[in-house]
């Protein structure tokens, strides 16, 4: 099963750098949309510097939106998960695997480019470490509960509007205790107790979307 | 081993696709399964593959009469052909000799390539492949890790000739070694060790009449054999 795993998740690896596989969409929307909110809301550092953390969390939330739609859509449409539901592989491994292959893919960059953005909109040091620490700590949770809302809606033609709409809600206490935790941080107060939430709500997602997500594939497949 | 099926039932879309089927396969022996679109062929084996909940009825396979996890025995291959389009045919091969476990990747690899044909192809990317040789790289999944229990929905399907009667010689060298083979096909296979299963759609409204959409038309050999094994 261990060799099942690995060669799934290099698979996935592979997929998501070639064509059409869309690593990199992400971080590129991610980029984008951040740099565009100083040319919308002017260039006035404070201003900018305030609104940052929950700014860069929206900005990363968003992001690993995107590509979240094609996570079980592509092996459906060629026949890929009918074999591995067949396998003796249980569906919960294989969830679990795509969805670590999506933060890979997409939460990482997120995690590696932030502070780049955050001093171009001018969050103190103390905000960029904390802002770091906090997208690294929640970005898996969005990519495993976006593997719920990828699992549902993998039958669907143009799911990916009715995945936002599902996804986006259960995303909201991961963007409150990590967009918290960079305003403490960055206001010179003490992130813990809004960091250790943070943890909280990845750990329990880690635990129950890997089981959420098979059963809602084995729904899919019937 | 043998895979027995009782009193089977299955619905797909709240239409009752195949009700109340009965039979059994010995090892050995292949089974063809035909009869007009809609009968059911294919809901049948992605119910066997596990893929759907029976409405009614039981699906077991036996190993010296004790029942093992299907999973672990079976090898589906399905209308698509589980290809990805953007790595070429031999990653392909790889990935899923790597993720069915195979024992020795290489080997079973040149196997797989020199039994289909697929050398000559084996660097180009599986979206540059025409519907036949895509067939081909689904079907040399079979060879890549033994496994006992094939389920093939239309394998023969474009391909040319001298593949389909490559493909017949890979289910008679299963079945030798002991295999069971389900086959679902439309064209006349030149299987040795074939019995044939003919299905026909439930007439409706069939729901909850208890048809019997079995017509056994290899004789009634089977019959003991479930006697002895079902009680």
Redesign the interface.
């Given at each position: 099963?261990d060799?099942?795993l690995?060669?799934?998740l290099?698979?996935e690896l592979?997929?998501a750098v070639?064509?059409?596989?869309g690593a990199g969409l992400g971080l590129a929307f991610f980029l984008i949309a951040v740099l565009l909110v100083p040319l919308g809301i002017g260039p006035e550092l404070a201003l900018l510097s305030r609104v940052a953390p929950g700014l860069l969390w929206v900005a990363a939330l968003l992001a690993a939106l995107l590509s979240l739609d094609r996570m079980f859509q592509a092996d459906l449409?060629?026949?890929?998960l009918?074999?591995?539901?067949?396998?003796?592989?249980p569906l919960e491994g294989l969830a679990a695997i795509k969805a670590l292959a999506h933060w890979l893919t997409t939460g990482l960059p997120l995690v590696l480019a932030a502070p780049v953005l955050a001093l171009t909109l001018g969050l103190p040091p103390a905000g960029i470490a904390w802002l770091v620490g906090s997208l690294a700590l929640g970005t898996p949770a969005l990519s495993f509960i976006g593997a719920i809302g990828a699992a549902l809606t993998v039958g669907v033609r143009r799911g990916g509007l009715i995945l936002s709409l599902l996804v986006l809600p259960l995303y909201v206490p991961t963007l409150i205790f990590g967009a918290r935790s960079v305003d403490l941080a960055a206001n010179g107060r003490d992130p813990q107790s809004a960091a250790l939430l943070l943890a909280a709500v990845t750990l329990g997602t880690l635990g129950i979307a890997p089981l959420a997500a098979a059963a809602a594939l084995r729904i899919n497949?019937? | 081993m043998a895979l027995l099926v009782e009193n089977l039932t299955l619905d797909r879309g709240g239409r009752r696709i195949v009700s109340d089927l009965s039979f059994a396969v010995e090892d050995g022996t292949a089974l063809i399964l035909r009869g007009p679109n809609g009968a059911g062929k294919s809901t049948l084996i992605r119910a066997l593959a596990g893929l759907g909940q029976p409405s009614a009825g039981r699906i077991v396979l036996l190993q010296a009469q004790k029942p093992v996890d299907i999973a672990d025995q079976l090898a589906y291959a399905g209308h698509l052909d589980a290809v990805k389009p953007a790595m070429s045919v031999a990653e392909n091969l790889r990935f899923w000799a790597r993720f069915l476990g195979s024992a020795e990747v290489g080997a079973a690899l040149d196997v797989a390539m020199e039994t289909f044909a697929l050398g000559p192809i084996a660097q180009q990317p599986a979206a540059m492949c025409s519907a036949g040789q895509r067939r081909r790289l689904g079907l040399a999944r079979l060879l890549l890790a033994p496994r006992r229990l094939w389920l093939l929905d239309e394998p023969s399907v474009s391909l040319d000739v001298a593949t389909v009667a490559t493909l017949c010689g890979l289910i008679d060298r299963h079945c030798e070694t002991g295999g069971i083979a389900l086959v679902a096909t439309h064209t006349d296979l030149a299987v040795a060790r074939k019995e044939t299963l003919e299905l026909r759609p439930p007439e409706r409204p069939a729901p909850g009449t208890g048809q019997n959409g079995l017509v056994p038309a290899s004789g009634g050999a089977m019959d003991p054999f479930l006697a002895e094994n079902i009680g």
């Open positions: 099963m060799g099942s690995r060669s799934l290099g698979r592979i997929l070639r064509a059409g596989g449409e060629d026949g890929t009918e074999v591995m539901a067949t396998a003796a592989l497949l019937r | -």
